[in-house]
């Protein structure tokens, strides 16, 4: 099954109505939400439509029983240089400064919320937001030519809001020397800090993608979205409240329709019937 949907959309910002590109592309195909970052001639940068395209797909198809888990990618060589610095300009004011950076506070959120996995495929340079992107995902594969950086300081703009989610992946004596020298960091040494999953050949990596795609939707997706709501709720507590609240959602877990079918399966010695709610 595949589906692809448009990218024009009408929009209102203040009382002026106007009509803007929507700067990624979604395709389901076989179960896979496969999300396109598609604006190379600005590196994939997260303008303000860049991040509400892709939030749109996020948000218009999470929901649908279909739809295992998302890949988020990008056209070309770069998966994205970070915000659009033209939109930080001094003569947009901070009022649209704050929007910018509130909308990409929204999307991690919607990442991080959406029932199904959502995985980075990065085959290049994913820099500042669009490290702090990659760094929100649920897991990141990336090909072995691929490079990471936070060099917001560079420009007189430090990476504060990226480095949230960098410094809560990697190590933070990682996470400083990236945010404070701006230098990039190779797919091997983000493997090693925990920044990605897998580093594999650049022709390997869509076949990467689609093993662990295959894995994920071999299970229940009604468990995986349990599994994920509490992952990032446990996160935030501390460890005696995550295990008190974790007895709990293991023993409702036990209770769900696939919960139940599956030690059934296990004990029967046969392969599981998921109803997915």
Known sequence: MLRKFGLLQHHKLGSVAYRRR???TFTERDGIGHIQLDNEKTRNSLSLDMMDSIQQHIVAHQDDPTVRCFVL??????????HNLKELTPERGPDFHRQVFAKCSE???????????VIARV????????????????MVVCSDSSTFSTPGASFGIFCSTPGIAV????????????LFTGLPISAQEALESGLVSKVVPSDRLDQEVETIC????????????LGKKFFYEQIAMDVNSAYRKGEQVMADNLGTVDGQEGILSFVEKRKPVWRHH
Do not use: N
């Not at 340079?125 to 995902?137: E, I, K, N, P, R």
């Not at 410094?167 to 990236?178: D, G, L, Q």
């Not at 939707?217 to 009604?222: N, Q, T, V």
């Open 107 to 117: 999307l991690i959120g919607v990442i991080l919320r959406a029932p199904v996995p």
């Open 123 to 138: 085959d290049g340079l994913a820099a500042a937001a669009g490290c702090q992107l990659v760094a929100s995902c649920d």
């Open 167 to 178: 410094a809560r992946a990697v190590p933070r004596m990682k996470a400083s020397y990236m």
């Open 73 to 82: 990618s990008a056209k070309g060589h770069v998966f994205s240089a970070g």
């Open 22 to 24: 929507l700067l990624s």
């Open 214 to 225: 295959d894995a994920i939707k071999g299970k229940s997706r009604a468990v995986i979205a």
